[in-house]
Every structure is written in C-alpha cells, then in structure tokens.
C-alpha cells in the first residue's frame, strides 16, 4: 500500500514528497524535481504513482526525518460537525450541543494550527478540559463546486488523520453566545494531521475503517468508520452547492464517540502536560502528539 508523507530531512529549507518504503522514505523530490507534493502525487492513478514512486533510489531513514503535515498551506480545513449519532449524545449530556441536525454541518479550522507527527502541543494556560478528537480526513485534488454525490470521490485524492483538538470550557462558552468553536478549536497546534496520506483508490471502503486513540499506551476508543452518518459523498454534494473545495483542502468528517467528554470520568481523560496521545487508522498510520505545558512547545 502506499503511504506517502511530506518531510523535511537534515537541512532542509523546503519540504520534500516522500513514500513509506519500510523504515524509510523514498525521495520522490530529489527523483523527480522539487515541484513535486502531495497535491500533484494524488492526482496520479495508482499505478502510475508506483512507477514514480520505484523510481526513485534515495532514501531517508523515517526516525531522521522531520515529519510534516502531508498539506502544509492548506487553503481551508474544513470540519464536519456532529456526524456521529453517539457522540451527538454525548455533547447534549454535557449541554455542548443545543440542535439536532438533519444535515451536514461543518466549522473552520485555521491554518495556522497545523502542526504534524512527533508535535509538541502546549496546553493553553487555565485550560482543564482539553480533548482528543481523532477523525477520518480526506484530501481534495480538483476543486470542487456544483457536484454531485456521484461524482464526489473524483475530487478527493486521499486519506489521512485529523486528531481535532478541542478546549471543551470554551467550547461550551462558545455554544452558549451561538458562535462557531472559531477559539475552542483554534488555538496554536490544535490541528495535528498525518503523517501519512494513502491514495483512495488503495483503500477498498473508506467506511470499513477503524479510528483509534491512546493516550500514554491506554487505549481510549476504537471507533469504526461506518457510523459515520454524512460520508464524503454527501458531505462534499452539500456544502459545494454554494462554496468550492480548493485544491490542498482537507476536510474532516467529525469526531466519533468515545472522546474524553463523553464518560463519567472526563476529568481523568482529558489531556494534560505530559501526556502522549496518539490518534489512528489502524493498519494505516498514526499520529503522535506529545502535550506539554505553557512555554515547552
């Protein structure tokens, strides 16, 4: 299968495409020119991405490299709200959520909270209830505008994790005023994503698929895709009506059940300094992020 990856190795200035080959990424940069990302591999049929992909004879040892967001400049990361049934539940309980929605919703994520593998995400100051979100994302390759859900999945090029961090008090505030999480969800490094993208057309059923999270070795949920209420089918159907999907746009399609919020003991769960969480598709990658206090990221 293949997994690639946007990296920098030792001295590097510019972000290099690479793809997993065992313990190590082929270079598919120094192969076949510095032009070459995450945007241009996806839009390649498979086979033609594994001939580029044999091609290329450098390689770098994974742990020497610094992994980044697979979309480095992403023009919208666009979020998908309660598309799960259990965890809309869950956000009534705790009064987080006031609406039941009969279709797809969705909220920004900035840029500028991007951050990838092996991040050190600093708990903001006076901050109790952070949380863990991990999610199934896909990566757009032609922009989208007017489509329909037939022809939905030509416009996403890849899969890959969004573990969606979240201030659960301010996310909360935030329901109470009517905003939309622009803080709660936005502060710096709340948006690890990686560290790999697989082409979709390698993944027999995006909707067979198993989310994970461990937070210090501790398995915290094991969710399977198919309770996904809105897939990306409809998802990219709805909301293109009236705005497009850009190139290098990631979208995430929501937040399972079984985040901190969600149990009795949410105040045990929710990540503090020194916790490691890692969220991930199983069988395909994971993402490690490593919380730190204010001042150590």
């Known amino acids: ?14 972000p290099r495409l690479g793809a997993v080959d065992g313990e190590t990424l082929r270079d598919l940069s120094a192969a076949h020119g ?5 945007r241009r591999a996806l839009l390649l049929p498979v086979p033609a991405l594994a001939a580029i992909i044999a091609q290329a004879p450098q390689r770098h040892p994974i ?4 992994i980044l967001p697979p979309i480095t400049n992403p023009g919208k990361i666009f979020c998908v709200g309660k598309n799960s049934k259990v965890h809309r539940a869950e956000l009534v309980a705790q009064g987080m959520l006031k609406e039941d929605p009969q279709e797809p919703t969705g909220f920004v994520k900035l840029a500028e909270t991007l951050v990838g593998e092996g991040a050190r995400v600093a708990r903001p100051e006076g901050i109790t209830t952070f949380d863990y979100e991990p999610e199934l994302a896909f ?9 329909g859900r037939e022809d939905a999945r030509h416009y996403v090029g890849g899969i890959t994790v969004l573990n969606d961090l979240t201030a659960r008090e301010i996310q909360k505030q935030e329901v109470v005023s009517g905003t939309k999480f622009w803080v709660s969800k936005n502060m710096p490094g709340f948006c690890p994503v990686g560290p790999y993208v697989v082409p979709l057309a390698e993944v027999a059923d995006p909707y067979d698929l198993w989310l994970t999270c461990d937070v210090n070795g501790e398995r915290r949920l094991r969710v399977n895709t198919d309770e996904y209420i809105h897939r990306i089918e409809g998802i990219i159907a709805h909301f293109t009506r009236f705005m497009p999907f850009e190139v290098g746009d990631i979208i995430a399609t929501g937040a399972p059940r079984g985040t901190a919020i969600g149990h009795a ?12 969480c890692v969220a991930g598709l199983e069988g395909l990658m994971q993402l490690t992020t490593h919380v730190v206090a204010p001042g150590e990221s």
């Open 1 to 14: 299968m293949i997994r690639l990856a946007t990296f920098l190795a030792a001295g590097d200035l510019r």
């Open 34 to 38: 510095p032009d070459w990302d995450m």
């Open 63 to 66: 742990t020497a490299c610094h």
């Open 139 to 147: 990566i757009v390759t032609r922009r989208a505008f007017h489509v």
């Open 265 to 276: 003991n949410a105040a045990e769960l929710y990540l503090k300094p020194g916790d490691t």
